[in-house]
């Protein structure tokens, strides 16, 4: 959000009605570091007060109008101050006039869509701010886009060989991955005559910047996952877990805005006693799984949960489901 044209006559603070009980994220910066932030969400109403103090009370201060804008902008580093604006609301808090005391303001934007999650990545950021008048204050919020269970989300089974040298079969749970989730998987070694002395598995996520010949690619690898240490034997087999919670993941974001996209892969990694690397990559989809979920939707996560995990734990979610349900 932000304000408008005070300069040094006053000062400005923009407090939300819900300060004290709104929950917060952290964020990455533009520099690299971590902030907290106000967290919201598609369809949330902002609201608030803008406080405007005067530094000398008494003493008129003119002003061209007070209005308050709720923006969301996405800024390209190889493009560096032309904002693309996907979101840009303007309240009106005050007509032309002048102010002889401190005053307060109310504000209102209801039901705003926020249809992209906040990021900060190598060559792009996505913002939602409030901003006042002649950008004497701007107040930065966090936005997170939730998903509920995929429909479909079948496994995916790979094969890594190399003509009568290397024969490989690998297979995960799932090909859709909730940011709190856990790959599951197994590595099938049916020909192994090349001597294999590492092998892991590369969380790899790839920026993808700007359209036609202008497009800018960035991966960063964002987890290493050990498999083994040692030369595997044909018809060994090993398990895969590879908890994400722990890592600085996002939502894939795909085309967003036609101005990027965020994507991740999985990408396994053989390396041979002569140092010679094998890659084997593969497309996975992360979404953000909501912490509450509604009560009319909590029959079909669970039904979800049960297809996709199959588990004890699945049906007791079914149970708790139905009690709400009824209840």
Known sequence: MSFFSFGQSAEIDVVLNDAETRKKAEHKTEDGKKDKYFLFYDGETVSGKVNVTLKNPGKRLEHQGIK???VGQIELYYDKGNHHEFVSLVKDLAR???MTQSQTFDFEFTHVEKPYESYTGQNAEKRMIRRLNDIT?????????LSTYPELNSSI???VGIEDCLHIEFEYNKSKYHLKDVIVGKIYFLLVRIKIKHMEIDIIKRETTGTGPSVYHENDTIAKYEIMDGAPVRGESIPIRLFLAGYDLTPTMRDINKKFSVRYYLNLVLIDEEERRYFKQQEITLWRKG???RKSMSHQAAIASQRFEGSAASESALEKAAKEESG
């Open 68 to 70: 308050i804008e709720f």
């Open 96 to 98: 032309p006039g002048e």
């Open 137 to 145: 204050k701007e107040l930065d919020i966090v936005v997170h886009t």
């Open 157 to 159: 089974k790979m094969e």
């Open 291 to 293: 912490d509450v979920v």
